[in-house]
Structures are given as C-alpha cells and as structure tokens.
C-alpha cells in the first residue's frame, strides 16, 4: 500500500493513468476502507460521486458541515442518498458552535479573518476525520486556478500526512457540464442561479456572466482556497 510515510515523489511520478476511472480504480483497490471522499457536492463532486458509485456503490464520503452552508446544498445531499443509497454519507464538523466562535472572536469571523473561520470550521474537522485514513479523495482540478494548476492524480498531502487522489484533473469545466447533462444528474440549483463554485452562504456570491468554476468565493478577500489544499499549517 502507498502512504505517506512509505512513498517518495519519485515512487508517485512512475504511476500513471490514461483517465478518471482507471484512477479511481486503482485507489479503492489499493486502500479498501482506508479511503474516504472529502465532498462539497458541487459540481465536480457530482461527477466523482458517479464515477465512485461505478467502483465502490458503499463508497465512504465525508461533508464538512460547517453549519453556514445554503439550504439548497443540504438539499442536494438528500438527492444524492436517494440515488445511490449505499454510500455511506458523514457529516463531520466543529464542536464550536456559531454563538461560542462569536464570543471567542467577534461577530462574523468569516468576513474579519476568513482564514481563522476555514481554520476553525473546515480544515480542523477534516484534519481530525483524515486521521482515520490512508488517503482521501479529492475534485480539484488544473483548470480551477493558478493554486491548483501543478495537482497530480496522485499527490503527497504534507498538511494532513496523507494520500491525496485527484481523479479529475484533466477535466475542464465544460466536460464537468457535459457529464452531468448527458448522465442527467442531480446538482445543486444554485449552479443555475449564478454561482459556479459553492461554499458557505456567507462567503459565496452570485457571478454575473461565465465566471471561472473557483468565482464568487470570498470576493472581498485575497483569499480563492478555503486551505484545505494549500500546504502548510
């Protein structure tokens, strides 16, 4: 098995694939339970949620609940567990309610220091649910930003000392499209409404036009990742 403790940059660079679904393959054969898909449920998550479901119909997904997300992503969730009933759908989350973050650190955290809110709400959580694994699933893709531009399908996680898969790196944000359309997939209706990528209510805004799949996140910060795929601490 592949883990991070066992396995160099150049052990990683001699595994390849010709496509999403030979490398979801590979990963559930590979770590068994020991995987988990870390999902938004936007629209990249919609299309791995298919491709998963063709290898792994009792698939271990988790959500970040970050108790701010939009009425319409809870929503799409129950869609999801209605059509492939056997994933076995987490909710993980803080044990710091909305009310004990404001006293701790003032009204509206997530727009004086976004960072600290995806510190405490996302990225500890998922910290903490990672440990239970080898390595976990991601949607991230090149064309999504500069940030995200050198992914691999195969990546060393350094901030949470794990596997990283990336099965969709290849993909551009009209294929995303084209597969949910030709597979008539669920997805949240917000995508509809303007809004290409999804997050927290607060911290996501409508785009006019074709925006970019990361537009409409966190608009009045120098901020496009939420740090959950940013190296570091």
Not at 45 to 66: E, R
Not at 82 to 108: A, V
Request: aromatic letters at 12%.
């Amino acid at each position: 098995m592949l883990t991070y403790e066992l396995c160099s940059e150049e052990e990683i660079q001699s595994i390849s694939f010709k496509e999403s679904l030979s490398c979801l393959k590979w990963a559930y054969e590979q770590y068994g339970d020991k995987i988990v898909y870390a999902c938004s449920f936007g629209a990249e998550s919609i299309v791995l949620l298919h491709l998963i479901s063709k290898i792994n119909p009792s698939a271990k997904i988790t959500f970040i609940d970050t108790n701010l997300h939009f009425k319409e992503t809870y929503e799409i969730i129950e869609q999801v567990k209605k059509q492939y009933p056997d994933f076995q759908i987490n909710f993980i989350h803080t044990n710091l309610s909305l009310e004990e973050q404001r006293k701790l650190y003032g009204d509206k955290l997530w727009e004086v220091n976004p960072n600290k809110c995806c510190q405490l709400r996302k990225i500890e959580p998922l910290k903490q649910e990672l440990q239970k694994y080898k390595a976990w699933v991601s949607g991230m893709r090149r064309s999504q930003s500069e940030t995200r531009a050198t992914i691999k399908y195969i990546n060393i996680d350094h901030k949470f000392k794990i596997i990283k898969i990336c099965p969709l790196i290849h993909w551009t944000w009209d294929e995303i499209w084209m597969y949910i359309k030709y597979h008539g997939l669920p997805y949240n209706k917000l995508h509809d409404q303007g809004y290409p990528s999804i997050g927290c209510e607060v911290c996501t805004k409508e785009v006019e036009g074709e925006g970019e799949s990361r537009a409409g996140r966190w608009l009045n910060h120098q901020k496009t990742e939420c740090g959950l795929h940013i190296e570091g601490d």
